[in-house]
């Protein structure tokens, strides 16, 4: 209805033109390397996960946002240019201008704050769930078009805020039925305000690339390459710092006696902490002085979530703080904290743990055909149980009864209902329960109501 | 936490670089012509109107599907080239593959389609709602990038597919409140009947083109134009067929007279007719010989929906039945029908006939903070009261209690709660109704659950 007659063109001269030479010029249906259809059982297993989530951001008063998948290439990658580009989708448009699809949530949020400031009141909590595009070489479980999910306070630079998106994750995991996992913070001020310490501000890029991947590489291999950058006792002090221990009061200890307790990161850390206790999650949070976020722009706390008995697949749910994230955009300063579900990831892991929600059946109820002449009734009865919230597939022709059922069986329809002229006479139904094999013969349609509804929950 | 490093390193350098000359090198924020941000009140009202349609859809047991935005352009486009493909975002990625943006959703779908024919059973039903992109000129209500969302029955060629589609266009429009309407339908197959009886096939084209214009230009200037094209019998006999009688059998009478009454195309609709008189919804279908949908792929039953008090914006839901959709890519032949709900158009007729539903409030109640050492209590009560499916915001940090009501009424928050160190060390809560400017002091929690509970649902 929106196509315009040109595109339609298209299709029609391309539908048509191949009409008289179907064998021949058949194109192969294919994908792209790194992308994916969704077909229902995914699709619908997905839009249960994210209706969770988007009811966990509403009940703390996140408001969803959308932004457009192109942009100016100017506006998503700045004037940096160079080698690393090399992974966004960039092209010239129509009308000569160079765009590009957006590789992340964040920067286009940052585009979006400072362009929409006035119709913003801050603090500002909005949610973006949308699909993001990055030319990355694919490998398993990493694709070139994926799902994103942020969730963001900006305009408050406080522990409030810090906890409320610490909230968010714990809620959004327990939400899902996870109940043993673990979210790992840290602070990037806290690491900086360390190499201020150590007097190796200058080579904190370098440090905190080696940081990064003492997960990967271990503690001996990091102790190593660190040797090679800094003196043996700065090395000692990062080694002491990264390594966490075992309690959160313990590490804020250390960390206390390594910066100093004295610093508003410190001290932020130490807020945060006693927060969790008074909340009660504390037991879901681990100090992990390890984790950095690699190179990003976080400058305050900051998260990564770990499913137990998925160790391989790595963070669920990242984030973190940062001091300002529309200085690209605009003069004003706005601070913000946040973080980001990886769903393809939070899918694998749930798969992995065996706690993927069922895949939803078809319908509930199947009505068959086997006869052609009141297939008009049979649409309205199912109106009238859809009215009553039952989902109702009607077969539109008639075939072999046992086909129609291994129909429903494939489908994951439980329950059949069998309907020939002398029901519809005597406005009667036959349910057919296809999982016990049972039937509940000649009902009038109230009675067949309720007993559906006890069937499909007892 | 997909994010590469590499990413990062884009993001990074692109903010630490300018962090040092913020203002001389500010980006200005600005969105490419014919896209636009949807900020909260608008995306709320769309995911409220995307939930309710699938809600519609899945009562039917139509279930949900994803393709990737990005394929190859030989598969979007085929081999058709030329003039036409300009409205198409086309560009070579990092591979130097020819790509493109999906601009509907019915192309991706039929190679869907083709693609994973042994993973589906037939008769299949989907629906998928996702974005589409066209860099067509935008003007007034046509944007470059907007969202589709199409609903079809494939593998089943018959007029009880053809009736669930015309259910699912009826029971959208009540279950979006729209009272008054008209699901105009007419068929393909009929007209180009017409056409074969008048021996004017070989122009079917031009006349195609210039009936879908009666609405546009006038019934006199389309018959001043075909009578150039035809000759004078002919032409009156297809503005006899394309001027619609009243009523549904008044006009299924006179394309009997025209066509014929065998023709299995009006025993079709002769069929349809019926079932929609048996389901009780006939008044809210219109026989409209007029209509033909310009150049596309239909082959059978054509519909396209409009809300009376809004003649202006054209049809809302629109589609049709087609021989063969998948024949570009498979020598299978797979009959389908399907329609598409014009998401943007519908708001827009929503908002014109003042029916749109109520911007939601950012949320139920707004915990205000007047002393910032029991935040962590004003954060555990907020937990417990969304346990109870209340939505809660924090206000993070101390601020005069007169802004923080201000703020709550501009986002349409409709209760505060008051705590101070004395009703924390009492387990108390005050709450003010900000609507009826009303306190309600000194409450147990679980009083006020209850009251808030009362508040909220009067």
Known sequence: MMDSCIVYTIIYSFLISLKGSIVKDIIQPKLLKGFRDSLPSTESIRKHIIAKLEKVFTLSGFLPIDTPAI????????????????????????????????????????????????????????YHIAKV???????????????????DVVGSDTASADIEIALLMYRSMKTLGIQEFKIHVSHRGIFNALLD????????????????????????????????????????????????????????????????????????????????????????????????????????????????????????????????????????????????????????????????????SGADVLITCIDESIIGHSHKIAEILRSENISVEVFPSKKKLASQFTFAEKKNIPLAIIIGEQEKQQDAVNIRDLRKRENHDHLMLNEAIVIIKELLNP
Chains 1, 2 share one sequence.
């Open 71 to 126: 942009e100016y290439s100017e506006i998503l990658l700045g004037k940096s240019g160079g080698e690393t580009e090399k992974q966004v989708y960039k092209f010239m448009d129509q009308g000569e201008r160079e765009v590009a699809l957006r590789f992340d949530l964040t920067v286009p949020f940052a585009r979006f704050l400072a362009q929409h400031r006035n119709e913003i009141l801050l603090p500002f909590k909005r």
């Open 133 to 151: 595009w990055r030319g990355e070489k694919p490998h398993s479980g990493r694709y070139r078009e994926f799902m994103q999910c942020d969730f």
């Open 197 to 360: 310490v150590l007097d190796l501000h200058d080579q904190s890029v370098d440090i905190l690339r080696l940081v990064d991947k003492i997960k990967k590489i271990g503690e001996k291999a990091v102790k190593e390459e660190l040797s090679s950058i800094t003196d043996k006792k700065s090395c000692a002090a990062i080694l002491e710092f990264i390594v966490p221990a075992p309690t959160f009061a313990e590490t804020l200890a250390k960390v206390k006696k390594l910066v100093s307790a004295e610093n508003p990161h410190v001290q932020r850390m130490t807020e945060i902490s006693s927060l969790l206790e008074e909340i009660g999650i504390a037991n879901f949070f681990y100090f992990d002085t390890s984790i950095t976020r690699g190179l990003d722009y976080y400058t305050g706390i900051v998260f990564e979530t770990f499913l137990s008995g998925c160790s391989e697949i790595g963070s669920v749910c990242s984030g973190g703080r940062y001091d300002n994230l529309v200085s690209v955009y605009s003069k004003e300063e706005i601070p913000g904290v946040g973080a980001s579900v990886g769903l393809d990831r939070l899918i694998a892991a749930l798969e992995s743990l065996g706690q993927l929600p069922p895949v939803p």
